[in-house]
């Protein structure tokens, strides 16, 4: 079991991360237009820490697992249409016995990731699960994203991707697969949900509206630990 303490705070919560701040702020050296908070959610050593890991510092945590204990954050600016904007991702204990911990935390996201392990069949049959949680306690209009992750385990793989995109459309959630080891689509799929968080939040009635699905469509597989844009 992991020394990783819960280190959110109803201060840090609070701290420049409303739903639509768009003056410019300053948090510990990163400046930000506009904040949101993500949550990872998913089974017990489905990938969670190692996709958030991945995406903040571009490393892969390999090695003996240790589970999360509780609840902990990162942060990261991302650049979207010329705003910044800052995740603050919340990275949860799949851990059956931390459940109630974190239920207290949907009700503040906006975007959840729900992640299952290609190669780990009960992780992806407990989706149905984890939706009905987020319907039970996250925001009406949360956005959701379906994750199949650990691509790289072709060998080992038991869920085809095409069951994961069948769930998906089932629920209306875009998908993919993410792979924390080799960083493929990783970056697309925080991006995705930057950009639909920025659209929902600065939207004028003329413009567009940013189609989420079409976007991931037109990126996936172009991107694997950098450089996407
Ligand atoms: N091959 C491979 N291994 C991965 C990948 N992502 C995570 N792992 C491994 O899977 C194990 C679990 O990863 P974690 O990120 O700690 O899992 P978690 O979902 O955060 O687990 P909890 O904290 O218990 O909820 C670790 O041994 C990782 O090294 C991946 O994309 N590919």
Not at 25 to 32: G, I
Request: charged share 30%.
């Amino acid at each position: 079991m992991s020394t990783r303490k819960a280190s959110l705070t109803d201060k840090q919560t609070k701290n420049g991360t409303s739903k639509y701040v768009l003056e410019r702020c300053a948090s510990v050296n990163e400046y930000y237009d506009i904040a949101f908070k993500v949550m990872l959610l998913g089974d017990s050593a489905v990938g969670k820490t190692c996709i958030l890991v991945r995406f903040k510092d571009g490393a892969f945590l390999g090695g003996n697992f240790i589970a999360t204990v509780g609840i902990d954050f990162r942060n990261k600016v991302v650049d979207v249409d010329n705003l910044k904007v800052k995740l603050q991702i919340w990275d949860t204990a799949g851990q059956e016995r931390f459940r109630s911990v974190t239920h207290a935390y949907y009700r503040d996201a906006q975007a959840l990731l729900l992640l299952y392990d290609i190669t780990n069949k009960p992780s992806f049959e407990n989706i149905r699960a984890w939706l009905t949680e987020t319907h039970e306690y996250a925001q009406k209009d949360v956005v959701i994203m379906l994750l199949g992750n650990k691509s790289d385990m072709a060998a080992e793989r038991v869920v085809k991707t095409e069951e994961g995109e069948k769930l998906a459309k089932e629920y209306g959630v875009p998908f993919m697969e993410t792979s924390a080891k080799t960083g493929v689509n990783v970056e697309l799929a925080f991006l995705a949900i930057a950009k639909e968080l920025k659209h929902r939040a600065t939207e004028q009635p003329n413009e567009p509206k940013f189609q989420i699905h079409d976007y991931i469509e037109s990126q996936k597989h172009k991107s694997g630990c950098c450089g996407l844009k």
